[in-house]
């Protein structure tokens, strides 16, 4: 094996799942693998999870996968502002009720993380990080010393994540790699409508290397949908219109500061 295609963050979007497989079958790809957090924010979650298996999509579980296969009462995001987590609680309300039983048992299945050898490097892929599934590993405040730690415990070449909604990638001194591979679900806050995932290629001579992708998707069938099943029309705002308007929090300042709020 030796290219991978990585996606993220799905977010109940299956029109931009099934753009981001049909890119990823364009680039002689040997295997997909979807990092979770699956609903959420969108319509119909039920659309997603027959599109990842029929087309062979290993998957692991989000917090949020984790959260509706256990039946919990809210998603494990780990907000504390109260505009956020009144938002979270819509979301996760909305997808609790339009995810079936069996997708909620699906789900269940799903392991909270997965090793691949590609060339001969040791990937550990995640949801937010290894040592919690909920953790937020954002660029600006990741320092080298503490990828350096993860993927010393954890016996890991390359550490490639979601979680955030934005992508990065960061190669130490070391040779070792951390990724972001960035979500589908939604655009990164960066005034844009297309959506992100990421191409891992590796060569016996050369180390790991990371590629971004982008996807454009029909957006406006989306962005319709969410109106139909009335979901909060700030959702449907950062569809349209490329900026976050919910979920900024988290956010640390410089990260924010790219986005319009």
């Not at 892929?125 to 405040?141: D, I, K, M, V």
């Not at 180390?207 to 029909?218: I, L, N, T």
Request: charged share 25%; aromatic share 10%; glycine share 6%.
């Amino acid at each position: 094996m030796e290219r991978i295609a990585l996606f993220g963050g799905v977010y109940s979007n299956h029109l931009a799942l099934a753009a981001a497989l049909d890119d990823a079958d364009s680039r002689r790809i040997d295997a997909r693998f979807c990092l979770g957090d699956l609903g959420a924010f969108g319509p119909h979650p039920d659309r997603v999870y027959p599109i990842l298996r029929e087309r062979g999509v290993v998957t692991i579980a989000g917090n949020y996968d984790d959260s509706l296969a256990r039946g919990l009462d809210d998603c494990q995001c780990g907000y504390t502002d109260p505009r956020d987590n009144r938002f979270a609680r819509i979301s996760y309300d909305y997808t609790f009720r339009n995810t079936s039983p069996e997708n909620k048992a699906w789900l269940a299945t799903l392991p909270h993380e997965c090793r691949v050898d590609i060339a001969g490097a040791n990937v550990l892929l995640c949801h937010g990080s290894p040592r919690r599934q909920n953790e937020f590993l954002w660029e600006s405040t990741t320092p080298d010393h503490f990828i350096a730690k993860l993927c010393q415990q954890h016996r890991a070449d390359v550490i490639v994540a979601t979680h955030t909604g934005l992508k990065w990638h960061r190669r130490l001194a070391s040779g070792q790699l951390f990724v972001n591979c960035g979500v589908l679900g939604r655009p990164e806050n960066d005034g844009t409508r297309r959506v992100w995932y990421a191409i891992l290629e590796a060569r016996e001579s050369r180390p790991p290397a990371v590629e971004f992708v982008a996807v454009d998707y029909d957006w406006k069938t989306l962005a319709r949908e969410m109106l139909e099943e009335k979901l909060p029309p700030e959702f449907v705002t950062t569809i349209t219109d490329g900026w976050w308007t919910t979920c900024l929090e988290v956010l640390p300042a410089r990260e924010r500061a790219r986005g319009r709020y």
